[in-house]
């Protein structure tokens, strides 16, 4: 049987007007692949140039929020190394300049953390409260940020918000602590020892056999003693 003729008809249309053989054809595609090539040639560049200038705003973007995340790192740590009335203008400048940034969310957590240390409580629980309100449930934050918000509504004397924010602690894992002897902090200052003590239990029934050496829980033992004899005596 005679071999495939060199120059049948389909091999003769892949070689170049001029007689010379394309690109496509040394990279020996498909006939088929070919043939498409050069009959979408015009939507295949004007494609590859939206992919390549798609490519290209994503690198910049990427450079651009690179850079930017790095000098409001800088700026924050500006910041956080000054004292008094300069700390307070670079942290604002940081949440306003650099927004959307992890560093301009730190930045407004340490407002928060100042209002606290200056008895500003009413400025702190509305600060936490703006930036739990930006973080997800998922992110480490939030708790951090869900306890803040619970002791500036405490030491603001809104007990039933702190109480509400100290319920929600109890169900999120390391800060159980926290919420359960915040809740039972409230309620003694209210008077309320027996919904005190009604905490405290709940929190004791918490730990398990092995921890009876804990800390936490020797602590909370001799609160509930302390408790106990109060109302005994009452």
């Given at each position: 049987m005679a071999g495939q003729s060199a120059f049948d008809k389909q091999q003769l249309q892949e070689i170049s007007p001029d007689g010379h053989v394309g690109?496509?054809?040394?990279?020996?595609?498909?006939?088929?692949?070919?043939?498409?090539?050069?009959?979408?040639?015009?939507?295949?560049?004007?494609g590859a140039a939206v992919v390549g200038a798609v490519?290209?705003?994503l690198t910049l973007y990427s450079s651009y929020r690179t850079n930017r995340i790095e000098k409001a790192s800088s700026a924050l740590a500006?910041?956080?190394?000054?004292?008094?009335?300069?700390?307070?203008?670079?942290?604002?400048?940081?949440?306003?300049?650099f927004s959307g940034t992890p560093s301009a969310i730190w930045a407004a957590v340490e407002i928060a953390h100042d209002f606290i240390t200056a008895g500003k409580f009413k400025e702190a629980a509305e600060q936490y409260g703006a930036v739990w309100k930006k973080t997800s449930h998922s992110d480490p934050l939030h708790a951090l940020l869900s306890f803040g918000l619970a002791q500036a509504y405490e030491a603001s004397a809104?007990?039933?918000?702190a109480a509400l924010e100290y319920k929600a602690l109890q169900k999120i894992v390391g800060y159980e602590g926290e919420g359960f002897?915040?809740?039972?902090?409230?309620?003694?200052?209210?008077?309320?020892?027996?919904?005190?003590?009604?905490?405290?239990?709940?929190?004791?029934?918490?730990?398990?056999?092995?921890?009876?050496?804990n800390p936490d829980r020797?602590?909370?033992?001799?609160?509930?003693?302390?408790?106990?004899?109060?109302?005994?005596?009452?």
């Open positions: 690109l496509l054809e040394h990279l020996n595609l498909p006939p088929a692949v070919i043939r498409y090539v050069k009959k979408n040639k015009k939507k295949l560049q004007i490519v290209l705003c500006l910041a956080m190394q000054a004292t008094g009335g300069e700390r307070q203008k670079g942290l604002v400048v940081v949440t306003t300049d809104e007990f039933d918000a002897t915040g809740l039972a902090r409230i309620y003694e200052s209210q008077g309320k020892g027996k919904e005190a003590l009604a905490v405290y239990e709940d929190y004791l029934a918490t730990f398990t056999g092995q921890d009876q050496n020797v602590a909370l033992d001799e609160k509930i003693a302390r408790l106990k004899a109060t109302l005994q005596g009452t």
